[in-house]
């Protein structure tokens, strides 16, 4: 693990860092079925299409203490969220949500045509933010296989947020671990 130390931006995955994915996915299956009058079964939530993407879009349900993180975060650095996914799903969950005031840039996958872990991402994410010291950026999300294994070929920092204490992969390091927002901001202040 480097020595802690102060960064000045903070990348940070969307969905199951921030974003309450789980509890989204599930509303909007919900919501996509029920306005088709149809019930919700296994069967038929293999089964979507736009209504449950434009639904999906409205679910900005954040995890518990992600606003605060964003707000404590804010203070003193600059956040982006880097993340897989449909722009316009992406786009309108932040824009609804109460962390989109401290979001200086969110860099989707489908907008830059690199997904994460290609480091094609995190260099569009440092053109948005107009920083390009990567010893100064922590890439902060749940994935070993994309957050963490793209910020490291990317060559920043990453932090492994996570909270339900999974087994890690020795084929992918990350900088720190975190179990919940308090490490993960202490770990962005160099605390």
């Not at 994309?146 to 909270?163: E, Q, S």
Request: charged share 25%; proline share 6%.
């Amino acid at each position: 693990m480097p020595p802690l130390k102060p960064y000045e931006v903070v990348f940070l995955d969307a969905d199951e860092t921030l974003f309450d994915f789980r509890r989204a996915e599930k509303w909007a299956l919900a919501q996509a079925f029920g306005t088709r009058g149809l019930e919700l079964g296994e069967k038929r939530e293999a089964a979507y299409g736009d209504l449950y993407a434009a639904c999906l879009a409205k679910a900005s349900f954040l995890l518990p203490g992600a606003e605060e993180l964003c707000a404590r975060l804010a203070s003193g650095r600059r956040l982006a969220i880097v993340t897989n996914g449909i722009a316009e799903v992406q786009r309108t969950r932040l824009a609804s949500s109460p962390i989109a005031r401290y979001i200086e840039a969110l860099v989707v996958s489908e907008e830059v045509g690199s997904s994460k872990p290609d480091p094609g991402i995190f260099e569009a994410a440092c053109e948005r933010v107009g920083h390009r010291d990567k010893s100064r950026i922590l890439m902060v999300g749940d994935s070993l296989a994309l957050d963490i294994k793209g910020g490291i070929a990317f060559g920043v920092d990453t932090c492994w947020y996570n909270p339900r204490g999974l087994p890690g992969d020795p084929a992918v390091a990350p900088s720190y671990e975190a179990r919940n927002f308090d490490e993960v901001a202490a770990i962005a202040e160099g605390r």
